[in-house]
């Protein structure tokens, strides 16, 4: 149960600190006095995304804290589970949700004082508490909820979200199937494409830096005539006879013989001699390479021209497959492993092709259970549900869970042999129908129930599922939505039944609904001069006589209004004795 409720700066509430009871927890006040606030207050402790729209004005931040104590129901060994999965520490049955939310926007949750995601919060939610505001009570017009009420109280949403998991995985296998498909309608040419691109690039035998080598080549092949007479003219400067009848060798070696002879009288420049002698020797081999390479260079149209035409081969692979030698071999590379892959297409398909296969026969079998859990849990259901709703003075109406399967060759082939549509919920549709007056044939609630019943309905179902859910609190906010005093008592002694095994707290506007409690508690707004504040009292047995005539009179109640309002408690009190 909720030991108590912490709020802080959260819309029109400035501070509220609120000790529950257990049993039957009933707020009321005026409308617009901030009832509501205290479930949102709830929803957002248990994990609702919200926006900085929610802090007080002038506030930094919201904060809202609960203390739960957990007793031994079903649902507390897997909460404790739960919890220890997340690292969580449970003592002495207590469970204390925190939860901060800034002006920026950006919320802080903390479970026991350690900090934990938005998501693990609205998990270990679900575990505490089942929060139904008045939004919910319209989602009975809506088809598509109907599944959810019939598989909670089938207990069959772990089945169905292990489907929905298959289904989901079923789907991206289409996907990947459908586009092996579209590429094959192309892959023969795409796979001719690739293979002359491969050849053509194979069969040139290029390698990195080969351009450069053959540019080299061809510039020194392109002008043999002048590095020939380059060549030769350096040779004559050192070993041929200029004008003065010698060469450079010739008076390099008289230098050297000089040199000699200096040395013999300063022993000092022995180191210069040698230098000198060691430059004459490296000149004679430079002025012998220069004429072996004078030589050697001869012109070579066959090899110009074979050389040309390899760097145009090179320029043509550049200009289809990459700016340089090295681009085109990444090229290449690329253009095997496309390859490589098409050659495994094929293979891959058959392969997702049988694990497809397989997947839908074991959805199939998964959606044939559910299939089966669900007619026998509609049977029950609908049953249990027409007793909820003779107590709550609807014992005229009649209720059906209606399942229905769309027959389809496409679908999951059944074990009965037939094939069905399929969504991610399975293969069945689902829709409440009813009929409120005698005779009347069974049509969808939306076509035929008012506000009042449908507020009825939905107290009905929960009742019923309520055998089947072992949630520890469960929070109505305005269930008496369009409901009269007549209807409201009836609704007030379902919530306070239903309050016997588990906490109930219930936001509601009717006196008749408000005498049954175990705990009553009123929102009151003032308004300052500058800022608007609600605040949560809880009631005694005078104030709450004096809040239940104003609720059946007015502010300005009178003694009569006060009588009927202890006429009411005497006779909630009388009921809940005898039960």
Same mark, same amino acid.
């Given at each position: 149960m909720l030991l108590e409720l912490k709020v802080k700066n959260l819309g029109v509430i400035g501070? $509220? +600190?609120?000790?529950?009871?257990?049993?039957? +927890? $009933?707020? %009321?006040?005026? %409308?617009?006095?901030?009832?509501?606030?205290?479930?949102?207050?709830?929803? /957002?402790?248990?994990?609702?995304?919200?926006?900085?729209?929610?802090? #007080?004005?002038?506030?930094?931040?919201?904060?809202?804290?609960?203390?739960?104590?957990?007793?031994? %129901?079903?649902?507390?060994?897997?909460?404790?589970? !739960?919890?220890?999965?997340?690292?969580?520490? $449970?003592?002495?049955?207590?469970?204390?949700?925190?939860?901060?939310?800034?002006?920026?926007?950006?919320?802080?949750?903390?479970? +026991?004082? =350690?900090?934990?995601?938005?998501?693990?919060?609205?998990? /270990?939610? #679900? !575990?505490?508490?089942?929060?139904?505001? =008045?939004?919910?009570?319209?989602?009975?017009?809506?088809? #598509?909820?109907?599944?959810?009420?019939?598989d909670a109280y089938a207990g069959m949403l772990e089945t169905r979200r292990n489907f929905a998991a298959k289904a989901s995985e079923l789907y991206g296998m289409e996907q990947e199937l459908a586009s092996l498909r579209d590429q094959e309608k192309d892959v023969a040419r795409r796979e001719d494409y690739l293979r002359f691109q491969i050849d053509e690039m194979t069969g040139a035998n290029l390698y990195e830096g080969e351009e450069e080598e053959l540019e080299r080549e061809r510039d020194i092949l392109s002008s043999v005539e002048k590095l020939k007479s380059l060549s030769n003219g350096a040779y004559d400067q050192l070993y041929g006879v200029d004008n003065s009848g010698s060469s450079a060798l010739d008076r390099l070696n008289e230098a050297l013989d000089m040199m000699k002879e200096l040395a013999n009288l300063d022993p000092g420049s022995k180191e210069k001699l040698d230098r000198l002698e060691s430059s004459l020797y490296e000149v004679e081999d430079i002025a012998q390479d220069i004429r072996s390479y004078s030589e050697g260079m001869e012109y070579n149209p066959e090899r110009l021209e074979e050389i040309q035409s390899r760097l145009e081969l090179i320029r043509d692979l550049k200009r289809k497959y990459g700016q340089n030698i090295g681009g085109i071999l990444e090229h290449l590379e690329r253009a095997k492993q496309e390859l490589e892959g098409i050659s495994h297409s094929s293979e891959r398909r058959a392969e997702l092709e049988q694990e497809h296969s397989r997947l839908k026969q074991e959805m199939a079998n998964i959606a044939s259970q559910l299939s089966g859990v669900r007619r026998r849990a509609a049977i029950a259901l609908a049953e249990e549900t027409r007793k909820e709703l003779q107590e709550l003075n609807l014992s005229q109406v009649e209720f059906e869970v209606e399942i229905t399967q769309e027959p389809d060759e496409e679908g999951l082939l059944f074990p009965d042999g037939k094939s069905y549509d399929f969504s991610s919920d399975g293969g069945d549709s689902v829709q409440f129908v009813a009929s409120t007056n005698p005779g009347e044939p069974l049509k969808p609630l939306a076509k035929i129930a008012s506000t009042g019943e449908i507020s009825r309905f939905m107290l009905a179902l929960k009742g019923a599922l309520s055998r089947s859910d072992n949630t520890p609190v469960l929070v109505f906010d305005e269930v008496d939505i369009g409901v009269g005093g007549r209807g409201g008592e009836m609704i007030g002694k379902k919530l306070w039944t239903l309050a016997r095994d588990r906490q109930v707290i219930c936001i509601s506007h009717l006196p008749q609904i408000a005498a049954f409690a175990d705990a009553h508690y009123t929102v009151r707004k003032e308004v300052s001069d500058t800022q608007a504040s609600s605040t949560l009292e809880s009631l005694d047995y005078q104030p709450r006589l004096a809040e239940l005539a104003a609720m059946l009179a007015g502010p300005q109640y009178t003694e009569t209004a006060l009588e009927n309002a202890r006429e009411l408690l005497e006779r909630a009190e009388e009921w809940k004795k005898q039960r």
């Open positions: 501070e $509220v +600190n609120w000790s529950l009871g257990s049993g039957l +927890n $009933v707020v %009321t006040g005026e %409308t617009g006095a901030g009832k509501s606030l205290v479930v949102e207050a709830m929803d /957002i402790l248990l994990g609702k995304k919200v926006d900085d729209m929610v802090v #007080r004005s002038g506030a930094d931040k919201a904060q809202i804290e609960g203390v739960f104590l957990i007793h031994q %129901t079903d649902a507390v060994p897997r909460l404790r589970e !739960f919890l220890s999965e997340k690292g969580v520490e $449970v003592e002495e049955g207590t469970v204390v949700l925190s939860r901060e939310v800034r002006r920026e926007g950006r919320s802080v949750s903390r479970v +026991n004082g =350690q900090a934990l995601s938005g998501g693990v919060l609205a998990q /270990i939610g #679900r !575990f505490l508490s089942d929060i139904h505001a =008045q939004s919910e009570h319209l989602s009975l017009l809506d088809k #598509r909820s109907h599944l959810d009420f019939l």
